[in-house]
């Protein structure tokens, strides 16, 4: 296999060995594994399809690679096989600042989209917080979201049309530089497909003003509960801001330890709240009542940004607080899950009252705005006791979203991670569907195998192998 893909796209660009499997064999969710035999690194759509028909001829799963930051399990090569990694698919292609749209090959990473039309006054407005690394193929796999996806959406709305090649090895295309052309109702079922349906390698994409006017607060709050009150009432009120951000005081204690970031006496819980638009008075107005309603929860302190500087600074807790994590405990699940907003203060108690069951440290660090939960357990992967109490504190904090009305993921995709929790979701009619849509497209046993829909026959039995070594 290693010397007919060496053919194929060159021998510089396989990967094969110990290390390379080790480096493949998950993304940023780490409790469950499975090692590639290789990895190819296709230049451009062309090589894209060779590869996958080679795996098609030779029947040999393949699965696509982003970044690897997904936080689901989603590039997992679940039934081994090839991972084809868009590392070298990093070439903006097109630049339409008039009609605001542009081409982008899948590995180009979020960031950089924005920053190359930053001078035009656009940006691409989906931001996960991995921007400076995550792709536009996996943003478009997981249909991200981002701090300001309150505002602003998560990825589908802004993909215009998308080249892809599909479990067949075909390159198909669907929609292009404008909305509505020809395939592009298409586009709604592949993004967020985790990389089930074919292997994206170009995107349309549609580019947003930046914003005239930006306000920014940081308000420093004595509970958990004062917090999430807030974001409830924000939201009552029909302020809608671009963000809001919650972080809690398992968060601020990595920062502090990590980047010695301080805060207010007795802060328990940190609101970022950033208010924008055309009508700098309009944003004004947004903002006073939201210090009103900080006000109203006893907030210890409300800090706004007066110039750009300041504003990245009090971004900088909500930026680096994942990353502190690392000073706190080895291994980390990041987990995904959405409530209706009022149900915020309630969710939150349970998700303490779950770590403390499992005795599974929690720290939160969420899109308060959109009811899209993170809770971060951390803990030490190379225990297996550890790792089985993470995951069924995971279920239940998920199942209780479920209960008061919420969803199994707002952002972070199923892969493998939630894939007994589709079930709960999902009525067998409700999967059954899903598996027909994925059908159109192919019979699923090749491309990104084991994904998202549960009980595919052939992954059944490799299931406990994912988790073999920590169980
Ligand atoms: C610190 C941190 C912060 C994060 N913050 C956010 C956030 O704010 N919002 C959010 O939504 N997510 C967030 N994430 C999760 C993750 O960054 C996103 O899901 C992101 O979109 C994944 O991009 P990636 O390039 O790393 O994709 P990968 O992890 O490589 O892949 C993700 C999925 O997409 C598929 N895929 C990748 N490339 C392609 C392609 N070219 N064609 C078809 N399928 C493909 C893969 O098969 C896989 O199923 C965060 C993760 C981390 C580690």
């Known amino acids: 296999m290693i010397a007919d893909l060496s053919r194929l796209v060159g021998p510089e660009w396989v990967l094969s060995g110990a290390a390379a499997e080790r480096a493949y064999d998950s993304d940023a969710y780490t409790v469950d594994r499975s090692s590639p035999v290789a990895i190819a690194l296709p230049k451009?759509?062309?090589?894209?399809?060779?590869?996958?028909?080679?795996?098609?001829?030779?029947?040999?799963?393949?699965?696509?690679?982003?970044?690897?930051?997904?936080?689901?399990?989603?590039?997992?090569?679940?039934?081994?096989?090839?991972?084809?990694?868009?590392?070298?698919?990093?070439?903006?292609?097109?630049?339409?600042?008039?009609?605001?749209?542009?081409?982008?090959?899948?590995?180009v990473a979020n960031k950089k989209l924005s920053d190359a039309v930053k001078h035009a006054g656009l940006h691409f407005a989906p931001d996960p917080s991995s921007q400076t690394v995550s792709t536009l193929g996996g943003n478009i796999g997981e249909n991200a979201g981002g701090p300001h996806t309150l505002k602003y959406g998560v990825t589908a709305p802004h993909i215009l049309g998308i080249t892809m090649v599909n479990p067949e090895g075909e390159i198909v295309e669907f929609g292009g530089p404008t909305a509505g052309l020809p395939g592009s109702e298409f586009i709604g079922l592949i993004v967020g497909s985790e990389g089930t349906l074919g292997v994206v390698t170009e995107a349309w994409v549609q580019l947003t003003p930046i914003p005239r006017a930006i306000q920014t607060a940081l308000i420093a709050f004595p509970s958990v509960r004062n917090a999430t009150e807030a974001v409830a009432e924000i939201i009552r009120l029909g302020v809608i801001p671009a963000a809001l951000e919650m972080m809690d005081h398992g968060i601020l204690g990595a920062l502090r330890a990590a980047f010695n970031l301080q805060y207010p006496e007795g802060t328990k819980a940190l609101l970022l709240v950033e208010c924008d638009g055309d009508d700098a008075a309009v944003v004004a107005e947004e903002m006073t009542r939201v210090r009103q309603v900080a006000e109203r929860q006893?907030?210890?302190?409300?800090?706004?940004?007066?110039?750009?500087?300041?504003?990245?600074?009090?971004?900088?807790?909500?930026?680096?607080?994942?990353?502190?994590?690392?000073?706190?405990?080895?291994?980390?699940?990041?987990?995904?899950?959405?409530?209706?907003?009022?149900?915020?203060?309630?969710?939150?108690?349970?998700?303490?009252a779950v770590s403390a069951e499992y005795q599974i440290g929690v720290a939160n660090i969420f899109h308060a705005g959109d009811g899209n939960l993170h809770p971060c357990f951390y803990f030490d992967d190379r225990d297996p006791d550890q790792v089985r109490r993470v995951v069924l504190a995971g279920e239940k904090v998920i199942a209780r979203c479920l209960e008061l009305g919420g969803s199994v993921s707002g952002e972070h995709g199923i892969g493998v991670e939630k894939l007994d929790l589709m079930a709960i979701m999902f009525t067998p009619d409700d999967l059954e569907y899903q598996a027909m849509a994925k059908s159109i497209f192919s019979d699923g046993q090749l491309c990104n195998p084991c994904k998202v829909l549960p009980n595919q026959k052939s992954c059944t039995e490799h299931r406990k192998r994912w988790r073999g070594i920590a169980w």
Not at 61 to 67: D, I, L, M, N, V
Not at 298 to 323: C, H, I, M, N, Y
């Open 44 to 107: 451009d759509t062309a090589e894209v399809a060779e590869i996958v028909r080679y795996c098609v001829a030779q029947k040999i799963p393949y699965t696509a690679r982003g970044a690897g930051t997904g936080l689901s399990g989603g590039v997992l090569p679940a039934l081994g096989g090839v991972v084809i990694s868009t590392k070298r698919l990093t070439a903006i292609l097109e630049i339409d600042t008039e009609n605001r749209a542009m081409r982008a090959q899948s590995g």
């Open 298 to 352: 006893s907030a210890l302190s409300f800090t706004e940004a007066t110039d750009e500087r300041e504003r990245q600074k009090l971004w900088t807790a909500r930026k680096k607080g994942v990353g502190a994590m690392g000073r706190v405990a080895p291994t980390v699940v990041t987990h995904d899950g959405v409530i209706p907003r009022s149900k915020l203060p309630e969710m939150l108690e349970t998700v303490y």
